[in-house]
């Protein structure tokens, strides 16, 4: 079996003589038949964006003048609550908090840690309130420059497998998968993934994609701790670690569900081709990449099956917005759904846009011009066609990560 090492890469990397592709141009080369040899690839760069439940935060901060408070029992960032500990800070007046992305506001369901991770970066200014254990209520405001320490701690990332979902019910189903609701009857369909550019889709077993590895997460350089919570052969994720402080917002924040705040992240993994074997694996393509479609109240109990191809195909990535057909409405209804707030006041923020599709598909006026897609399915021996009305994974950005990294291996700047 043909192979190399890691030094003849990284000293082709040196010279300048290294053939570095990100998923997304390999595999157009895979699809137009015209895929370089195993001689004539020497890293693939993948990515995945999507919403990722198991992501937490450990952030230290000070609150107050020391000596004020002996620590604190209870602590909220705009409403959001955060665990006080481990360390317990005693009369210095800063607290250790382990934040959670999927945490909700006491005020708002919809805002919860990812929407206040992402506010954080951007600079703005978080209320802070501190109930110590000596029954004191502290109040403060913070910024990203008051805050000392900053950690991200994904217990379950760049997921290889997930599943789609309908609704074959009749009443509408509330659920972390849908941006809202689910209505029944078929009416719609909901999935994440990104396919053929997820990192553990190109590398399976793990060849490459090891413990203690190099990854980019948010755009900051991180590592991987290991397998997440509910990795197996199967199904496998990452545990992954970064310094928040160095993250891009524009590569994460929350994400609104039927069920309230979640939070999206943005990873990026090379894979250097050191052997035939690792090379194989990355010719895998969408239409290689299945997965169930299952009934979103049942969730385990595949109705059928579909790939990532009839899925993503060549689909919009972006909603273009036609302001003259927006018309004055007593409420927005794209307002309300846009699980990223990228729409507000008549104006389509795309930096915060996530190419969900859920404006195209509630716009009461059609002033969002977007081909989301629709599926073919079997099921119970019925043909049916569904709308894809909403993506919680995005391509756009992973594409971007991806192609971040590719330059940066080229320039040294990321070592293998």
Sequence with gaps: MKK???NQINEKIDNGEANIYTAEEFKKLIKEDSAPTFEDVDVVTTGTCGVMSGTAAILNFIVSEPGEF????????NGVPAYAGPCPNEWLGE???ILHGTAHSLNDKNYGGGFL?????EGKSIDVVVESVDGKTIENTITREDINRAQIVGSRMAFKNYTAFTNPGSEAVSSIFAAVPLEGNLSGLTFSGCGDLNPLENDLPHN???TGKKVLLNDAEAFILGDGTRSNPQKPNLMLSGDLTQMNPYYFGGFKTGEGGEIFN???IPIPVLTEEIYNNLLITDSDVNLPVADIKGRHLPLT?????QLWKDYDLRPQFDRNKCLTC???DVEKVCPTNAFSAKNLDLSRCFGCGMCANFCKHDAFDMNVGSIDLEIEDNSVNIPIICRQSDRLRANKLSLKLKKMIKSGEFKL
């Design 4 to 6: 190399r090492d890691i």
């Design 70 to 77: 002996i620590r604190a029992d209870k602590v909220y960032l």
């Design 95 to 97: 607290v250790d908090v």
């Design 117 to 121: 991770l992402k506010d954080i970066m």
């Design 208 to 210: 490459v994609i090891k």
């Design 266 to 268: 943005t990873v990026a």
């Design 305 to 309: 099956e579909t790939n990532y191809y």
């Design 330 to 332: 007593d409420s927005c």
